[in-house]
């Protein structure tokens, strides 16, 4: 796979200071689902393809209701869509990128019924060409 191949996401967090601010940029193999972790409450997310063109975007993307740990981006034509909640089974093998860029595969959650509690794995790997 060539760097042609893959997606940049860019998310931004555009209420800290006068001109916002980057909150995470990764570099993925193509997906049209990613989970956040940690968002803030508002987002705009730019995704890319491998020669920089703009393939989605979504902005303003504001969190609705309760803040969750998670949060759940996904690209329906050219739009980025952001739906806040907690991830289910469903959701297991689905790329999370963590503030700063890092992404990885969740491979396990849980969340007590009330939320007050929740338990999560995700695999990081990578390599040099």
Same mark, same amino acid.
Do not use: C
């Given at each position: 796979?060539? $760097?042609?191949?893959? !997606? +940049? *996401?860019?998310?931004?967090?555009?209420?800290? #200071?006068? +001109?916002?601010?980057?909150?995470?940029? #990764?570099?993925? =193999?193509?997906?049209?689902?990613?989970?956040?972790?940690?968002?803030? =409450?508002?987002?705009?997310? $730019? @995704?890319?393809?491998? =020669?920089?063109?703009?393939?989605?975007?979504?902005? /303003?993307?504001?969190? !609705?209701?309760?803040?969750? /740990?998670?949060?759940?981006? %996904?690209?329906?034509?050219?739009? @980025?869509?952001?739906?806040?909640?907690?991830? $289910?089974?469903?959701?297991?093998?689905?790329? @999370?990128?963590? /503030?700063?860029?890092? @992404?990885?595969?969740? $491979?396990? *959650? *849980?969340?007590?019924? =009330?939320? %007050?509690? *929740?338990?999560?794995?995700?695999?990081? %790997?990578?390599?040099?060409?």
């Amino acid at each position: 796979m060539t $760097t042609d191949d893959l !997606q +940049t *996401w860019e998310l931004w967090y555009p209420a800290a #200071g006068a +001109t916002g601010l980057e909150f995470a940029r #990764g570099r993925i =193999d193509p997906t049209s689902v990613l989970w956040v972790h940690a968002a803030p =409450d508002r987002l705009a997310v $730019t @995704v890319r393809s491998g =020669d920089d063109r703009v393939t989605a975007r979504g902005e /303003p993307l504001e969190r !609705q209701g309760r803040a969750y /740990p998670m949060t759940r981006l %996904s690209v329906e034509g050219d739009a @980025v869509k952001r739906e806040d909640r907690w991830p $289910t089974d469903a959701d297991l093998g689905a790329l @999370v990128i963590l /503030p700063g860029g890092e @992404v990885g595969v969740l $491979t396990a *959650w *849980w969340n007590a019924e =009330d939320g %007050s509690a *929740w338990r999560w794995s995700v695999d990081f %790997s990578n390599r040099r060409d």
